[in-house]
């Protein structure tokens, strides 16, 4: 791979949860798997193989129940593939690009690149996750009839016949960020016509029944079931967390709105030539001028950008050798247009890992606008008291958040179905643990 080529895989790689790899593709969508995902499936394994099997089953070597454990817990995260998988086809179907779908300690998650922007495609992208997991309860229920009892084989059905209905039970949920609460969701909006006031409700819905979930895992924890009740309590933390920042986004997304990026961008961004050298660029543009990217030009035309981060990739030695053609990222360029807002402008930036977008009309560059630009527009609304303080300083933490990490906790970005797996629930099913 080139220089070239790494700087340009960077410059447009998706946000992605950081530590997890690729394991394939399914129907052309990127699979991935987050570390903590082994750690669900020993814990599942070992739950199933010492206390849930022996009890339903009694009388196996503890080596099949081990098998059957393992056995089950892929099979779970298989039927959670699933679920999600139907929730990025139906989203293909609509016209929204599905950048992966990554499974993590609490299920799945399906990164889609934007967000509906219909009510009625929102409905229907996340109820149908719900009811495949009914579906596949009522098909493991037929084979686990179908098979003689007792038995593993018929143990490993039911199970997942079981787990698959707690599945779709849980996620039904009308409190976001579960599925229930995105139907829930474009229930209201459908209704009311605001977006808006649609995700307020359902954000405090998913936040009180976070709450509920802590405070169940809490009474659990002093009644001396600590496992049950800790796992309880994180997983309502985690939908609680995750309700708040779909909430923050929102208002973040209303300050933000409205506001063209034509009124804030930097109209004199600079600029290299293509044999300019990468020493030049750096002294010049990035440490007198303090730009931390420039377009670079050709014959008049946007052929590239070169950013400071291209420079960091390559020895300082080969700095004065180096033209910054050869580091660049290429044209074609994810660009926006002056006429796009700062919302647009913000969306496109986190969704694409980009610090900067070159402002582009009718093939004509006009300026670049960067995330520095939208804090310092944030910063000054906040000085000039146009909206109160608190919700203001709200704003700002997350702008910081977003500068700071262009790859954030995927489970908490609007434009993610966040899928739980309701251990919680699991585990009450589960004696002698
Ligand atoms: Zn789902």
Same mark, same amino acid.
């Given at each position: 791979?080139?220089?070239?080529?790494?700087?340009?895989?960077?410059?447009?790689?998706?946000?992605?949860?950081?530590?997890?790899?690729?394991?394939?593709?399914?129907?052309?969508?990127?699979?991935?798997?987050?570390?903590?995902?082994?750690?669900?499936?020993? =814990?599942?394994?070992?739950?199933?193989?010492?206390?849930?099997?022996?009890?339903?089953? !009694?009388?196996?070597?503890?080596?099949?129940?081990?098998?059957?454990?393992?056995?089950?817990?892929?099979?779970?995260?298989?039927?959670?593939?699933?679920?999600?998988?139907?929730?990025? /086809?139906?989203?293909?179907?609509?016209?929204?690009?599905?950048?992966?779908?990554?499974?993590?300690? %609490?299920?799945?998650?399906?990164?889609?690149?934007?967000?509906?922007?219909?009510?009625?495609?929102?409905? @229907?992208?996340?109820?149908?996750?719900? @009811?495949?997991?009914?579906?596949?309860?009522?098909?493991?229920?037929?084979?686990?009839?179908?098979?003689?009892?007792?038995?593993?084989?018929?143990?490993?059905?039911?199970? =997942?016949?079981?787990?698959?209905?707690?599945?779709?039970?849980?996620?039904?949920?009308?409190?976001?960020? @579960? $599925?229930?609460?995105?139907?829930?969701?474009?229930?209201?909006?459908?209704?009311? &016509?605001?977006?808006?006031?649609?995700?307020?409700?359902?954000?405090?819905?998913?936040?009180?029944?976070?709450?509920?979930?802590?405070?169940? &895992?809490?009474?659990? =924890?002093?009644?001396?079931?600590?496992?049950?009740?800790?796992?309880?309590?994180?997983? &309502?933390? %985690?939908?609680?967390?995750?309700?708040?920042?779909?909430?923050?986004?929102?208002?973040? $997304?209303?300050? =933000?709105?409205?506001?063209?990026?034509?009124?804030?961008?930097?109209?004199? !961004?600079?600029?290299?030539?293509?044999?300019?050298?990468?020493?030049?660029?750096?002294?010049?543009?990035?440490?007198?001028? *303090?730009?931390?990217?420039?377009?670079?030009?050709?014959?008049?035309?946007?052929? &590239?950008?070169?950013?400071?981060?291209?420079?960091?990739?390559?020895?300082?030695?080969?700095? !004065?050798?180096?033209?910054?053609?050869?580091?660049?990222?290429?044209?074609?360029?994810?660009?926006?247009? !002056?006429? $796009? $807002?700062?919302?647009?402008?913000?969306?496109?930036?986190?969704?694409?890992?980009?610090?900067?977008?070159?402002?582009?009309?009718? *093939?004509?560059?006009?300026?670049?606008?960067?995330?520095?630009?939208?804090?310092?527009?944030?910063?000054?609304?906040?000085?000039? *008291?146009?909206?109160?303080?608190?919700?203001?300083?709200?704003?700002?933490?997350?702008?910081?958040?977003? /500068?700071?990490? #262009?790859?954030?906790?995927?489970?908490?970005?609007?434009?993610?179905?966040?899928?739980?797996? *309701?251990?919680?629930?699991?585990?009450?099913?589960? #004696?002698?643990?």
């Amino acid at each position: 791979m080139t220089q070239q080529d790494t700087a340009r895989t960077a410059a447009i790689a998706p946000r992605h949860m950081p530590g997890s790899f690729s394991i394939g593709k399914v129907a052309g969508i990127d699979i991935a798997i987050h570390y903590t995902w082994l750690f669900a499936v020993a =814990l599942i394994a070992w739950s199933l193989a010492a206390g849930y099997y022996p009890t339903d089953v !009694p009388g196996l070597g503890a080596t099949t129940y081990w098998l059957i454990g393992l056995l089950s817990a892929v099979l779970l995260f298989a039927s959670v593939l699933a679920h999600e998988l139907t929730h990025s /086809l139906v989203a293909r179907m609509r016209g929204i690009r599905v950048e992966r779908i990554t499974l993590f300690i %609490f299920g799945g998650v399906s990164n889609l690149a934007t967000e509906p922007t219909k009510p009625s495609d929102e409905f @229907l992208i996340s109820v149908v996750g719900p @009811l495949s997991s009914l579906v596949l309860a009522g098909v493991f229920w037929v084979i686990a009839q179908a098979l003689p009892e007792p038995g593993p084989a018929g143990a490993v059905a039911s199970y =997942l016949a079981l787990v698959n209905l707690l599945l779709g039970a849980f996620n039904l949920i009308p409190g976001f960020p @579960l $599925d229930g609460g995105r139907v829930f969701r474009s229930l209201v909006w459908g209704a009311t &016509g605001s977006l808006r006031r649609a995700t307020l409700l359902a954000s405090y819905s998913g936040q009180a029944f976070g709450w509920l979930l802590i405070l169940w &895992g809490l009474l659990r =924890l002093l009644t001396g079931d600590a496992f049950g009740g800790l796992w309880t309590a994180f997983i &309502g933390w %985690f939908l609680n967390g995750a309700a708040e920042s779909a909430r923050r986004d929102q208002s973040l $997304d209303e300050s =933000l709105r409205g506001v063209p990026v034509s009124r804030l961008m930097d109209a004199n !961004p600079g600029q290299a030539a293509t044999n300019m050298s990468v020493r030049d660029f750096v002294f010049q543009d990035v440490m007198d001028a *303090g730009h931390r990217a420039v377009p670079v030009m050709s014959d008049g035309q946007l052929v &590239g950008i070169v950013s400071m981060t291209d420079a960091r990739r390559l020895p300082g030695e080969a700095w !004065p050798s180096t033209s910054v053609e050869q580091i660049m990222t290429r044209a074609p360029l994810v660009t926006i247009s !002056p006429e $796009d $807002d700062l919302a647009a402008a913000i969306r496109l930036m986190a969704q694409k890992g980009l610090h900067q977008l070159p402002v582009v009309e009718n *093939g004509q560059l006009l300026g670049m606008i960067s995330r520095e630009d939208v804090l310092r527009f944030l910063q000054l609304r906040q000085e000039l *008291g146009a909206h109160r303080v608190e919700r203001q300083a709200v704003r700002l933490v997350l702008a910081v958040v977003l /500068l700071a990490t #262009p790859v954030g906790n995927a489970a908490a970005q609007p434009a993610t179905c966040s899928f739980m797996l *309701g251990f919680a629930a699991l585990h009450t099913a589960i #004696p002698n643990i």
